[in-house]
């Protein structure tokens, strides 16, 4: 095994705690606040921060999309250079925290084309620190590095990752989450447990420290995911939350071959048709496993015995099995499955492939032998 792990992300955790910003960021630092379409004015999230900045020069920028636009990115760094901000302080969820950290970049750099510049990994050596106040469990994009970001012009959504620009903290208050529709908890709490899958169901290697962990996030998720969903309650809260940022924050995946086919394939989706991430990737991965049920059938099977706990002595039959459950649980945290479940929206293959050509992501897999035609077979298996 062979690894580098660094996550200098101070992350402060539970009810309360936005009250702690003025110990993040340095008194009278101007502050560059970035948020969504206003959820966060709505539900006192907003009105919190503000109380805790009191005395701090800030300046703001509301309505950053889900699913972020570059081009509203890059309109709002000209305003943070303009403001002369020294601090990006992200309110929201993954959208606006993956629009704050590619922000950063876009501040201080001179390329012409920070776009063409990024996906090159030409980021600027200064940029300025980010915080952030999750108010949504999903990405982890709270204490990760990556910012996935679209482009209407080009018609792409791609990962950026730049280790610079992961947050110097990240606040995550629970009780943030009061005001999360049904969809929004599904989404997030699947979103996680297809993150820890894309890690997890790989190559098996010498990594049972970060199996085992990807086990207890799982079974937590396949618990507490229905429990969010039924009443919202503190404890779901709080317990989905860190098991959302536990999925991606870069341990259980360090020394491991990922995977994140299915990601790069729902980015494809949501890039052409505008679902929310989560529905994409529910869309995708059952008919992904079934496809890759034999590569993959050495890990399948330890999921299928340490997280569902099928006692199937056929491998084969096992694996099955396992996915089948795993597809179930999709449905009834009430995201789609099969093309057939989305209403009124047609998937063409051919268009999720001219995206991923488009985004040079033609060899997918923890092996590198998902391309365009096994894309093609793997949607046919979804419709
Ligand atoms: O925009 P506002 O008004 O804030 O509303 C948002 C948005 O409409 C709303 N919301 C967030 N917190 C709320 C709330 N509404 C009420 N109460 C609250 N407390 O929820 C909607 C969705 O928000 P969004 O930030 O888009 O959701 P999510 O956290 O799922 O982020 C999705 C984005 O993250 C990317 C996805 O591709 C997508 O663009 N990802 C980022 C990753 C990363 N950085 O590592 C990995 C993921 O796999 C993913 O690709
Ligand atoms: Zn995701």
């Known amino acids: 095994m062979k690894l580098e792990l660094k996550n200098p992300t101070h992350v ?50 509301g309505g950053i999309e889900a699913n972020p636009h570059y081009e509203t990115i890059l309109a709002a760094a000209a305003q943070a250079r303009r403001d002369g901000s020294e601090y990006v302080l992200a309110v929201g969820g993954g959208s606006v925290i993956d629009a704050a950290k590619f922000l950063t970049s ?13 996906f090159h990994k030409r980021y600027p050596k200064h940029i300025l620190p980010v915080g952030c106040v999750l108010t949504m469990p999903a990405t982890a994009s709270e204490s990760n590095a990556v910012s996935v970001i679209s482009s209407t012009e080009r018609h792409l959504k791609y990962p950026f990752a730049n280790e610079a620009a992961r947050p110097a903290f990240a606040i995550m208050d629970p009780s943030t989450m009061a005001s999360l529709d049904k969809r929004q908890l599904s989404n997030g709490a699947v979103d996680a447990f297809t993150h820890v899958l894309e890690q997890y169901l790989t190559l098996p290697g010498n990594t049972p420290v970060q199996h085992g962990y990807s086990e ?52 494809a989706i ?74 009124g929206i047609r998937v063409v293959a051919a268009d999720v492939v001219d995206h991923m050509e488009r985004a040079e992501q033609t060899k997918l897999g923890e ?17």
């Not at 876009?106 to 990024?118: K, R």
């Not at 056929?314 to 479940?341: C, Q, S, W, Y």
């Open 12 to 61: 402060v955790f539970g009810e309360g705690k936005i009250a702690r910003l003025p110990r993040l960021i340095p008194a009278g630092t101007k502050v560059f606040l970035l948020y969504g379409g206003g959820s966060i004015k709505r539900n006192g999230v907003y009105d919190q921060v503000m109380a805790a900045l009191q005395g701090y020069p800030i300046s703001e920028f």
């Open 270 to 343: 949501t890039a052409l048709y505008g679902i929310d991430h989560a529905r994409t990737l529910t869309l995708v991965m059952p008919s992904l496993l079934r496809f890759k049920r034999d590569d993959k059938l050495q890990m399948l099977v330890r999921y299928a015995r340490n997280v569902w706990g099928i006692t199937e002595t056929d491998e084969r039959k096992a694996a099955d099995l396992a996915i089948e459950r795993t597809e179930n649980f999709f449905r009834d945290m009430g995201l789609p499955v099969r093309a057939g479940d989305l209403e």
């Open 367 to 383: 092996r590198g032998d998902i391309g365009p035609a096994e894309v093609k077979r793997i949607l046919d298996m979804a419709a």
């Open 216 to 267: 207890v996030l799982l079974r937590t998720l396949i618990e507490w995911g229905p429990k969010l969903l039924a009443d919202n309650s503190p404890e779901a809260r709080e317990t989905v939350m860190w098991a959302a940022n536990q999925a991606l924050n870069g341990l259980i995946g360090a020394g491991i071959e990922q995977d994140w086919s299915t990601h790069y394939i729902g980015h």
């Open 106 to 118: 876009a501040i201080t750099t001179d390329e012409a084309d920070p776009w063409d510049a990024f």
